[in-house]
């Protein structure tokens, strides 16, 4: 995580004002700058899960239904979000609105039909 966080500090600082001290791009600052661009992502990545793993592990009562019913909802979750999508496409609003109003709706819904089908069974 050390890693991912200074590099996108020196990121910052380069596009910020440091790049007026460093030379031009030329294809050895461009190989060195990808190299870089993966030991930031690589870093941040792993950075990232192994933070919340260690210090951000908690689950309350909705967040342990919904991992529990997070295979139903992978099913089901098509089905819902083309009945929303069917009912807002005649709504004459931009195209982001609809998609935000469809994506609220439609996860909590998946997520409720999933937890619903899913304790009968006993999963």
């Known amino acids: 995580m050390g890693i991912g966080v200074g590099l996108a500090i020196f990121w910052y600082a380069y596009r910020l ?3 007026k001290l460093l030379p031009p791009p030329n294809l050895t600052l461009e190989i060195l700058r990808l190299i870089w661009e993966i030991l930031l992502f690589f870093g941040m990545c792993i950075g990232l899960t192994v933070l919340f793993r260690e210090k951000l592990a908690l689950q309350g009562r909705i967040s342990k ?3 529990s019913s997070q295979y ?3 099913i089901f979750h098509v089905l819902f979000v083309v ?3 069917y009912l807002v496409f005649s709504l004459v609003w931009p195209p982001l609105t609809k998609f935000r109003l469809v994506m609220l709706l439609a996860a909590p819904t998946t997520f409720l039909f999933s937890n619903w089908v899913r304790k009968p069974l006993r999963f």
């Open 72 to 74: 139903a909802a992978h």
């Open 65 to 67: 239904a919904m991992a």
């Open 17 to 19: 004002w440091l790049w």
């Open 83 to 85: 009945i929303f999508q």
